[in-house]
């Protein structure tokens, strides 16, 4: 679906957790000299304007990361980090797609290849990511995926995160971790998931659970941000789990309960 543009939901909770996640795993892999692969399947545009007419119509950033970055996140927290460097060279209002979060982390060592089809979103992609040396594909980010893998360097990170508009996305992707989690056994996989009032998600959920099974499961539940809104949480499946995120995500999850109880 070419429909989908993130700048409606930039800096909402599910970026959050899913960021905050995907910062505090980029901060461990990058501690060690070795080179590493970084991949997105569904990168978006890279950089958002939360005063944009599309972020202010929906509100999602005031009650997202606008409302428990300072809270939430110590200024030596990975997360917190890469978003003031970015803010600093983009404004107070700019807010960081995981393609600019993760170039705060990466080094001339490493490698960056990010997916998107969207043709406008690609475009903005380009010029957010000018001068990173991240190779950028309108192509299939799943199929691309499948055929980078395993990469070189072997060792790096995979995150995929579609938009979940076509329901048949659930299936594609229960099959798509196993499959890619067998051509690249030692790399990171990290699936973001929304989780919705239908229950949609679970089939996917149970399904990678059975296939994978010594991976982590993340998930956290937050207020719908209106009336009507069917996401009431999000998680992250992450095959290869970095050592000590179980940590971070227990610490993470007791902010987002706060929410809720």
Same mark, same amino acid.
């Given at each position: 679906?070419?429909?989908?543009q993130?700048?409606?939901h ?13 910062c505090?795993m ?5 501690h060690k000299?070795?080179?590493?692969s ?8 890279g ?12 509100g ?5 990361? +606008? %409302?428990? *970055? ?5 200024n030596d ?6 978003? #003031?460097a !970015?803010?600093? $060279? ?19 060592q490493d490698?960056?290849?990010?997916c998107e089809?969207h043709?406008?979103? +690609? %475009?903005? *992609? ?11 594909l309108q192509? #299939?980010? !799943?199929?691309t $995926? ?11 990170l ?12 659930y ?6 971790l ?5 051509k ?6 990290a699936l973001?998931y929304?989780i ?5 998600q ?6 990678l ?7 982590l499961?993340?998930e956290v ?5 209106r ?11 992450i095959?290869n789990?970095p050592?000590g ?7 993470l999850?007791?902010?987002f ?5």
């Amino acid at each position: 679906m070419l429909s989908y543009q993130h700048l409606y939901h930039a800096g909402n909770l599910a970026d959050v957790q899913k960021h905050a996640l995907l910062c505090w795993m980029l901060n461990y892999l990058t501690h060690k000299d070795k080179p590493l692969s970084y991949f997105e399947s569904h990168a978006g545009r890279g950089l958002y304007d939360l005063t944009a007419r599309e972020a202010a119509k929906t509100g999602e950033a005031e009650k997202g990361v +606008v %409302m428990v *970055l300072h809270d939430w996140f110590g200024n030596d927290h990975p997360y917190r980090r890469a978003l #003031d460097a !970015i803010r600093e $060279a983009h404004g107070n209002t700019a807010y960081a797609g995981s393609p600019l979060l993760a170039a705060e982390f990466l080094r001339p060592q490493d490698s960056s290849t990010l997916c998107e089809l969207h043709p406008q979103e +690609v %475009m903005a *992609l380009r010029m957010a990511m000018k001068g990173s040396g991240a190779k950028i594909l309108q192509k #299939d980010g !799943i199929e691309t $995926a499948q055929s980078w893998c395993p990469p070189s360097p072997r060792r790096g990170l995979l995150l995929i995160d579609p938009s979940y508009e076509v329901k048949s996305d659930y299936d594609t992707m229960a099959r798509a971790l196993p499959a890619l989690h067998r051509k690249w056994n030692v790399g990171v996989i990290a699936l973001w998931y929304p989780i919705l009032i239908s229950g949609v998600q679970q089939g996917m959920v149970k399904s990678l659970k059975a296939s994978l099974p010594d991976a982590l499961c993340h998930e956290v539940r937050f207020p719908p941000v209106r009336q009507g809104h069917k996401m009431i949480g999000s998680g992250m499946f992450i095959v290869n789990a970095p050592f000590g995120i179980a940590d971070e995500m227990k610490r993470l999850g007791r902010h987002f309960a706060n929410l809720v109880s």
